[in-house]
């Protein structure tokens, strides 16, 4: 059932993050008191401290993304409340198949509109430059609603843990 309740936590998010490119706070904490009541429901004391380990966990696998100008905000405080949900196991595993999903979605993207001439720019940038470039405000930049790989990801590791695997 929680489960059932974040991924139209997810849905929701995504849905504002495709039409007006954010992600709601309300929403967010919405789901994070609905997390720490159903954990603490099914498993008392312990649920409470296992939301509060995924809610930090989640949200630090995204924080240094969010700082170098990776992703939004949301994003990052949303894979906290997907491990507010799953505790901090699952935010790990989530994260890879996020990530995953985020990769599989830019390279498709990347391949349908013909960018990939400037791929090996790209790389050189991000081994080789300042930090600080990626945090400056970027209008060559080419982006898509992070919220979407969230959402796949999530489902991937939702079902890798339903089959044993997580």
């Known amino acids: ?21 954010k992600i709601y706070n309300r929403v967010l904490i919405v789901g994070i008191i609905m997390a720490l009541l159903l954990n603490a429901y099914e498993h008392g004391f312990n649920g409470l401290f296992e939301t509060l380990k995924g809610l930090i966990v989640g949200t630090l696998l995204f924080f240094i993304p969010y700082l170098l100008g990776w992703l939004g905000a949301g994003d990052a405080k949303l894979t906290g409340v997907i491990g507010a949900f799953g ?16 990769a599989i979605i830019s390279i498709w993207l990347l391949i349908r509109d013909k960018k990939t001439g400037s791929n090996l720019e790209n790389l050189r940038m991000l081994f080789f430059a300042r930090p600080a470039f990626f945090a400056r405000e970027n209008h060559s930049q080419y982006t898509f609603p992070y919220a979407v790989a969230i959402m796949l990801g999530t489902i991937l590791a939702l079902g890798l843990q339903v089959m044993g695997y997580v």
């Open 1 to 21: 059932m929680k489960y059932i309740l974040l991924l139209c936590i997810i849905a929701l998010c995504t849905i504002t993050d495709i039409k007006e490119r």
């Open 87 to 102: 505790g901090w196991h699952f935010a790990l595993y989530a994260t890879l198949c996020i990530a995953a999903a985020g």
